[in-house]
């Protein structure tokens, strides 16, 4: 599965973490955890085990988002899609390790109603939380 690349919002990152690839999938793949390196996210609980099909549900900057996990691949490749306030989400996230570290991939795209409206605005906020999450991830990853 990957985002859809003609979603009206699309935004990729990446950063290299400079510890043990499990250590940062492990971080990553604990959604009961989020808040507790991810200071966007306030609180999250995974519905059952870590599976796809699993459901979890996560607030993040006021907003309660329903996800489900659509593609895990230990280690390499994790995609969840998600539903909040008319938009829908599609989350893509890559490992893959090299002799600098590990670098991380995010790539998210939002389609909805309400993204036409305000496709500007919510640009630039998807590219702020990408970044977000890979440098609170990175920081937690590294200490």
């Known amino acids: 599965m990957q985002i859809n690349e003609t979603a009206p919002v699309v935004s990729s990152h990446q950063v290299i973490v400079r510890a043990p690839l499990e250590k940062?999938?492990?971080?990553?793949?604990?959604?009961?955890?989020?808040?507790?390196?991810?200071?966007?996210?306030?609180?999250?609980h995974l519905d059952g085990e870590f599976k796809t099909g699993a459901t979890f549900r996560w607030k993040s900057g006021?907003?309660?988002?329903?996800?489900?996990?659509?593609?895990i691949e230990p280690m390499t490749r994790l995609v969840w899609t998600g539903?909040?306030?008319?938009t829908q989400v599609i989350h893509l996230w890559t490992f893959?390790?090299?002799?600098?570290?590990?670098?991380?991939s995010t790539s998210e795209s939002f389609e909805g109603w309400l993204?036409?409206?305000?496709?500007?605005?919510?640009?630039?906020?998807?590219?702020?939380?990408?970044?977000?999450?890979?440098?609170?991830?990175?920081k937690c990853a590294e200490r």
Not at 83 to 86: L, Q, T
Not at 115 to 138: E, H, N, P, Y
Request: aromatic content about 6%.
């Open 83 to 86: 539903r909040a306030i008319g």
């Open 96 to 104: 893959a390790e090299s002799n600098e570290g590990v670098r991380v």
């Open 24 to 44: 940062v999938w492990r971080l990553l793949t604990d959604i009961d955890r989020w808040s507790n390196w991810n200071a966007a996210v306030s609180n999250a």
């Open 115 to 138: 993204l036409r409206l305000m496709r500007g605005t919510m640009r630039r906020t998807l590219d702020q939380s990408l970044v977000a999450w890979l440098q609170a991830l990175k």
């Open 62 to 71: 006021g907003m309660t988002i329903v996800s489900t996990l659509q593609q």
